[in-house]
């Protein structure tokens, strides 16, 4: 168990309210500070999270977090799960040991200017061994990942696959089927897991990095990944990753992915199975799907959707023949702008309107896995928590930085 030390724990109880409550203006200057020195960091960082403040409120939410872990205020599971997904995204990015130097020294100095005179040399080295505690054990983790997945060096992460097919599922979404350049193997995966994709952007000028889920099956002859266009709304940008996939990249074209990550299983160890999602969060349930379909074909398995319309659901066409292949899987589809559109040769429900959580059908002792926008899984994880499901239950992925909190 990592301990902080009793004179540094007494330091960071007594400062954590102040450092909490600023922790945002400090993350934000933080950034600021580390991309002004090193902009070469800004090719693994997502622009539209840094656009709209997420990308900052999630590492407070995590530096905050690890200190009340550390001084023994937090729920060590609610950690645990925290840092198993920075471990894991880390990894993707190829992240190094080196990095962390750098991440240090511009965070604490971001503390010293946002809080001042508080911070007195005393108050320095009690956050300077919080960050490093936490620094510690991600290096240790992210060496492990990186074993585990059969990269020799930490950073070397990236492999060359060619682009095989690209399916156009709807107006706004693209699968991309993808081979191995050099004609090796392709790497296991677990449903739920995500590759990163590194593509040049500005002529080459400037790299930019994103998660994908891998949306197929896993053994399969190819790797899959399912992207939506991220059109720009509001203080949001549009998606440059997103958009460049699909304005410039065809059959035949070369993309740079990372090994499979991800904490999340989607598919659970056995017993029945609930898959909820909504719009591009379907990608990891279809993995799902077709994972079972070859190896628990008679597993119990519940599958909702929400999606604008069926014209915006994509793949569904995959769904009857799922449905041959898994004979008690049960569908219950909500489309916010229409009822009554069936799906050929499914035998589904479908409702008008948005998901009604309350009439989420709900299998005894079933593994849940949550994917779609965070409010949207903020709602049904609340309903299933009302209706006496454990915690331990009830997986979830969510696009981008953050996490859910109870």
């Known amino acids: 168990m990592v301990l902080l030390s009793q004179s540094s724990a007494a330091v960071v109880t ?18 600021q500070r580390m991309f002004k020195a090193h902009p070469e960091l800004l090719n693994i960082f997502n622009k539209g999270h840094q656009a709209t403040g997420e990308q900052p409120a999630a590492l407070a939410a995590s530096v905050v977090a690890y200190a009340e872990h550390l001084t023994g205020g937090g729920d060590n599971r609610s950690w645990e799960l925290i840092l198993s997904r920075i471990a894991h995204k880390h990894a993707s990015l190829g992240i190094t040991a080196t990095q962390y130097t750098i991440v240090g020294r511009h965070l604490l100095a971001a503390v010293g200017e946002v809080l001042g005179e508080a911070v007195t040399a005393e108050v320095a080295a009690a956050w300077d061994e919080v960050y490093w505690l936490l620094a510690c054990e991600l290096i240790a983790r992210e060496a492990r990942l990186y074993t585990q997945a059969g990269v020799g060096e930490a950073g070397s992460v990236w492999r060359d696959w060619q682009v095989v097919e690209c399916i156009q599922e709807t107006a706004d979404v693209v699968s991309f089927r993808l081979v191995p350049a050099d004609g090796g193997p392709l790497p296991t995966f677990t449903p739920g897991q995500y590759v990163s994709v590194a593509v040049d952007l500005d002529g080459g000028r400037r790299q930019q990095i994103r998660q994908y889920s891998l949306s197929g099956r896993p053994g399969s002859t190819h790797w899959q990944i399912t992207v939506k266009r991220v059109r720009a709304t509001g203080d949001a940008p549009e998606g440059a990753v997103s958009t460049f996939l699909h304005e410039q990249v065809t059959a035949g074209d070369t993309l740079r992915l990372s090994p499979p990550f991800g904490e999340v299983n989607a598919v659970g160890d056995e017993g029945p199975l609930l898959l909820v999602s909504a719009g591009i969060g379907l990608t990891p349930a279809m993995s799902a799907l077709h994972h079972l379909a070859t190896t628990e074909t008679g597993r119990e398995v519940v599958l909702v959707h929400a ?3 069926a014209a915006d659901h994509a793949r569904r066409h995959e769904l009857p023949d799922l449905a041959e292949q ?19 040769g499914l035998k589904a429900e479908v409702a008008a309107g948005r998901v009604d959580p309350s009439r989420i059908p709900l299998p005894a002792g079933a593994h849940i896995h949550l994917c779609g926008p965070v409010p949207f899984m903020y709602q049904v994880r609340a309903e299933l928590l009302r209706r006496g499901v454990s915690k331990d239950r009830i997986g979830y992925d969510v696009f981008g930085p953050g996490m859910l909190h109870d």
Do not use: K, M
């Open 14 to 31: 007594a400062t954590l309210p102040a450092v909490q409550a600023h922790g945002e203006t400090i993350t934000s200057r933080f950034y």
């Open 326 to 344: 898994l004979p008690n899987l049960s569908v219950l589809l909500w489309y916010e702008e229409a009822a009554g559109e069936a799906v050929d």
């Open 307 to 309: 999606d604008r319309s």
